[in-house]
């Protein structure tokens, strides 16, 4: 009787897989195009109005893009290591998150995917990985372990 029992629990007890729901690849483009506008593109405005006198000044100019790229990528790297999501991100419930762990990437790994994003998407190729691969991953995740994937909206009514 007691080995019985004993067995059953050990089937009782296995650990059951985590369903992981990958984002779909025109959903993570639509965030892109949303942090781009809501973090970058004021960025940009800044850097040309507020820091330099005009558009005429920046075209002149090779470090202004370099800064503005590099102060987006600090602030996108800031966002996926505290919350694992950007403005864009979340109106689209993506997560960012460790690909083993699924946890949320540090600071470091989300600027070292951002650098990789930029590579990437310079070589075209890096961004069409994804229409080959079931889990969607670009080049950027598969160079930084992370994955997007969807995340469950809280549908509880506000009262």
């Known amino acids: 009787m007691r080995f019985r029992k004993l067995k ?3 089937k ?3 650990p059951s897989k985590v369903q992981i729901l990958y984002a779909k690849y025109p959903d993570r ?8 506008f809501m973090i970058y593109m004021p960025i940009m405005f800044i850097i040309t109005y507020a820091v330099l006198n005009g ?16 102060i987006y990528g600090v602030i996108y790297a ?5 919350s694992a ?18 946890e949320n990437l540090s600071f470091i790994s989300a600027f070292i995917r951002f650098i990789a994003f930029l590579f990437s998407a310079t ?19 598969l160079i930084c372990s992370s994955i997007e994937i969807k995340v ?7 009262s």
């Open 29 to 36: 483009i639509k965030a892109l195009i949303t942090d781009l």
């Open 123 to 141: 070589i075209i190729v890096g961004l069409l990985v994804p229409f080959f691969r079931k889990d969607n991953k670009a080049l950027h995740d």
């Open 78 to 82: 800031l966002f996926l290591s505290k």
């Open 55 to 70: 558009k005429e000044e920046f075209q002149d100019s090779q470090l202004a893009p370099l800064i503005g790229t590099l």
């Open 12 to 14: 009782e007890n296995k």
């Open 152 to 158: 469950k909206e809280d549908l509880t009514a506000i």
């Open 85 to 102: 999501q950007t403005p864009g991100k979340k109106a689209y419930a993506i997560k960012v998150v460790n690909y083993h762990t699924l």
């Open 8 to 10: 059953q629990q050990k």
